[in-house]
């Protein structure tokens, strides 16, 4: 890509999630840079050659008015779908005009806005979805939720949907996304219930909250398809992106590959170096064993795949011209950085009971050495505030285009509805 638009930018991102609980597509933050005049127009050029078919959709969600109209303006049918806020439609009728020729192009357009102010039947004609947030009562969960007035929007309830709610429930759409969602109860809901398009971001807290007592198990689905990459005697590589797409899988593989049992002369701190040494015959065998009791929770699925996506995300932004092998140390370190998360205890704790290097021990649980800004860097891009991204940028010496290049090669690698490992 030309250096003129990514260099100009600040890029973020968020999953978009399926009834499945796969990826249905990809959010993309668009923040122009202060001072600067990106061309909205090359960008999409430029997505179109990177985008494959088998990436999962793309939705651009610009930050400022003027993104917006720049791509409401330039872009051709069969552009990615555009986010266009409901409240700056409302306020501005050059966005309204802009948005009227747009749709009449043939583009694809998201309305994006609170569910209590959903657009009239007119204006909601321009718009394929919305993408709804909730009042704040409704977001954190259906207990809460409270009655709001009858949306217009397309895509109206089903009849028999309200009885799914207790009491005083929200007027869920069906067939829309939702944005925003702190409980997993609303989203089981938006996604079963109401058949939601996709939802942006999971509620990664309750989710944690509502698991918190099940003893943690690796995927089924990771277990079994390693099991078949040996049967197919598959590459090395294969079988290590395998085991690396399940956190909890390849932190049990670290453990039992040092334990006593097995007696190895030498610690093993990595995937591969596991693999090596451990011989396929005794894997084969201890995945038959981790099958009968693995975890076959959809709804820790999305969990699952965000720390991967992170863990991607982080071997990229490694320094270019490292080894391989720190690549690998990288995605490892940012791996298990969250695995608190599916483990229910902290970090520390559980990085201790591996020889892993020291550099990873550091990054996580000190936040200091070579690990540590990329830790960070990586979980800044997954929000839509620009803010740490740019100081981040700013203090590690990244330039835009670099970090911008990264980030969009490593989503455009990825494939709709499939687990990391097989993307």
């Given at each position: 890509?030309?250096?003129?638009?990514?260099?100009?930018?600040?890029?973020?991102?968020?999953p978009?999630?399926?009834?499945?609980?796969?990826?249905?597509g990809?959010?993309?933050?668009?923040?122009?840079?202060?001072?600067?005049a990106?061309?909205?127009?090359?960008?999409?050029?430029?997505?179109?050659?990177?985008?494959?078919?088998?990436?999962p959709?793309?939705?651009?969600?610009p930050?400022?008015?003027?993104?917006?109209?720049?791509?409401?303006?330039?872009?051709?049918?069969?552009?990615?779908?555009?986010?266009?806020?409901?409240?700056?439609?409302?306020?501005?009728?050059?966005?309204?005009?802009l948005?009227q020729k747009?749709?009449?192009?043939?583009l694809?357009?998201?309305?994006?806005?609170?569910?209590?102010?959903?657009?009239?039947?007119?204006?909601?004609?321009?718009?394929?979805?919305?993408?709804?947030?909730?009042?704040?009562?409704?977001?954190?969960?259906?207990?809460?939720?409270?009655?709001?007035?009858t949306?217009?929007?397309?895509a109206?309830?089903?009849?028999e949907?309200?009885?799914?709610?207790?009491?005083?429930p929200l007027?869920?759409?069906?067939?829309?996304?939702?944005?925003?969602?702190?409980?997993?109860?609303?989203?089981?809901?938006?996604?079963?219930?109401h058949?939601?398009?996709?939802?942006?971001?999971?509620?990664?807290?309750?989710?944690?909250?509502?698991?918190?007592l099940?003893?943690p198990?690796?995927?089924?689905?990771?277990?079994?398809?390693?099991?078949?990459?040996?049967?197919k005697?598959?590459?090395?590589?294969v079988?290590?992106?395998i085991?690396?797409?399940?956190?909890v899988?390849?932190?049990?593989?670290?453990?039992?590959?040092?334990?006593?049992?097995?007696?190895?002369?030498r610690?093993?701190?990595?995937?591969?170096?596991?693999?090596?040494?451990?011989?396929?015959?005794?894997?084969?065998?201890?995945?038959a064993?981790?099958?009968?009791?693995?975890?076959?929770?959809?709804?820790?699925?999305?969990?699952?795949?965000?720390?991967?996506?992170?863990?991607?995300?982080?071997?990229?932004?490694?320094?270019?011209?490292?080894?391989?092998?720190?690549?690998?140390?990288?995605?490892?370190?940012?791996v298990?950085?969250?695995?608190?998360?599916?483990?229910?205890?902290?970090?520390?704790?559980i990085?201790?009971?591996?020889?892993?290097?020291?550099?990873?021990?550091?990054?996580?649980?000190?936040?200091?050495?070579?690990y540590?800004?990329?830790?960070?860097?990586?979980?800044?891009?997954?929000?839509?505030?620009?803010?740490p991204?740019?100081?981040l940028?700013?203090?590690?010496?990244?330039?835009?285009?670099?970090?911008?290049?990264?980030?969009?090669?490593?989503l455009?690698?990825?494939?709709?509805?499939?687990?990391?490992?097989?993307?």
């Open positions: 890509m030309a250096q003129s638009v990514l260099s100009s930018l600040t890029l973020g991102y968020r978009l999630w399926s009834r499945a609980r796969r990826l249905a990809v959010q993309l933050y668009v923040h122009e840079d202060p001072g600067a990106a061309d909205m127009a090359h960008l999409l050029r430029s997505l179109d050659e990177l985008w494959s078919r088998q990436a959709p793309l939705l651009l969600s930050q400022s008015r003027q993104v917006l109209c720049n791509l409401l303006e330039h872009a051709p049918q069969g552009s990615p779908w555009i986010e266009v806020r409901g409240d700056w439609l409302q306020q501005d009728e050059g966005i309204y005009q948005t747009a749709k009449a192009r043939g694809m357009l998201v309305w994006g806005g609170s569910l209590a102010d959903v657009p009239e039947a007119g204006a909601a004609s321009y718009f394929a979805s919305s993408l709804l947030s909730l009042p704040p009562e409704g977001a954190g969960g259906i207990a809460n939720a409270v009655r709001t007035g949306p217009t929007l397309q109206a309830d089903k009849p949907a309200a009885s799914f709610f207790p009491a005083q007027n869920l759409l069906n067939g829309q996304m939702y944005d925003g969602l702190k409980s997993l109860e609303l989203a089981r809901a938006c996604l079963d219930a058949e939601a398009g996709a939802i942006a971001g999971w509620p990664v807290a309750d989710t944690v909250q509502a698991f918190r099940q003893q198990q690796p995927s089924r689905d990771a277990v079994f398809r390693l099991m078949k990459a040996i049967d005697e598959q590459s090395l590589d079988m290590e992106e085991l690396g797409s399940d956190p899988l390849a932190y049990r593989f670290l453990l039992y590959t040092n334990s006593a049992a097995l007696g190895l002369r610690g093993v701190d990595s995937l591969r170096r596991g693999l090596v040494m451990l011989g396929l015959g005794t894997l084969q065998r201890w995945l064993d981790q099958l009968p009791h693995a975890c076959t929770e959809q709804d820790l699925v999305p969990l699952r795949t965000q720390i991967v996506l992170r863990a991607r995300l982080a071997e990229r932004l490694i320094e270019a011209g490292v080894s391989l092998e720190l690549q690998r140390e990288m995605y490892l370190c940012s298990f950085s969250q695995l608190d998360l599916l483990l229910n205890e902290p970090v520390a704790n990085l201790r009971r591996t020889p892993l290097n020291e550099r990873i021990f550091d990054g996580v649980v000190g936040r200091t050495g070579p540590a800004a990329v830790l960070q860097m990586s979980q800044a891009l997954e929000s839509s505030d620009a803010a991204i740019r100081h940028r700013e203090q590690e010496d990244w330039s835009a285009e670099d970090l911008n290049r990264l980030l969009l090669r490593m455009s690698e990825l494939k709709l509805g499939m687990p990391p490992s097989l993307s």
